[in-house]
């Protein structure tokens, strides 16, 4: 259903003229980071669950690890990106298209993807020079660095001060670009006299703010945590890596009336095509 979902999302959004704006090119990236963010950690989850021997080296560990940080990383710096567009949209529609040109869109992905390889390089690397036993039970679904850390019998103090300090310059920075764009989006949004605009604006904004409360709250909570294995960092690792991926098309999809329009004509044309 995931793969389903996002790679739709994805072919319909570059088959579509209709779609390509700025919105709907951030909307094609999350899809894709949603493709390798299942691709990164359902795979062994669901070997897990079918197999008796639930194993995994350190050396693959540790490689999963780094793909999770470093799409998970560059998801939120999207959401980020995709919140300035509605901000863009919303508060400057006059200017809109000159604001928001397609070479800084690309520009803001491409800063999404380095500063979130550049968060990862710091980490794992601290990671990898540490010592683990050779047989050890991971409290998690997946392999995470807060889950990896007390599995070491090496000193973790400087992995730790470094992996918060960075969720927090990383997630506090983005969560305030996030909260003073909506902040301005609101403000304009409370001063447009018709109901039908107020609506409008809301619905537009509506589906991003529920990606960026499914992902954002989970998995910055989640990597604050300073102990491993407790239900709740179980929920939100969970809810980031396999709820939120599935989800996200769904959102997008079902209370957009350009992407439906949009997937209707993509399958009259396949349709055609086949006669």
């Not at 960026?212 to 990597?223: E, I, P, Q, T």
């Amino acid at each position: 259903m995931t793969v389903l979902g996002n790679l739709t999302m994805l072919l319909v959004i570059r088959a579509d003229s209709h779609l390509h704006t700025p919105m709907y090119f951030f909307l094609s990236h999350l899809s894709f980071l949603d493709l390798g963010f299942s691709s990164v950690a359902v795979p062994k989850l669901l070997e897990n669950l079918l197999s008796k021997r639930k194993i995994i080296s350190i050396e693959r560990c540790l490689t999963q690890a780094f793909f999770v940080l470093d799409v998970g990383g560059t998801e939120i710096f999207l959401l980020c990106a995709m919140a300035y567009d509605h901000y863009a949209a919303i508060c400057h529609p006059l200017v809109y298209s000159q604001v928001m040109s397609s070479q800084l869109c690309v520009n803001l992905v491409w800063a999404s993807w380095s500063l979130s390889f550049l968060d990862t390089v710091i980490n794992i690397p601290l990671a990898v020079s540490l010592n683990f036993c050779n047989a050890h039970t991971i409290p998690h679904y997946s392999c995470e660095l807060p889950s990896l850390f007390p599995l070491s019998y090496s000193d973790v103090s400087i992995n730790i001060t470094v992996l918060v300090f960075s969720t927090l310059l990383h997630g506090f920075g983005t969560f305030f670009l996030i909260v003073f764009s909506y902040t301005r989006i609101v403000s304009t949004i409370l001063s447009i006299n018709s109901t039908t605009g107020r609506s409008k604006a809301f619905s537009r904004c509506s589906s991003h703010l529920t990606a960026v409360s499914f992902f954002y709250g989970s998995a910055f909570l989640c990597y604050l945590m300073p102990k491993s294995g407790s239900p709740l960092e179980l929920i939100f690792s969970l809810q980031y890596c396999v709820v939120t991926p599935l989800v996200n098309p769904l959102v997008y999809s079902l209370k957009n009336k350009d992407v439906k329009a949009a997937v209707k004509r993509t399958l009259g044309k396949c349709l055609q095509w086949h006669r």
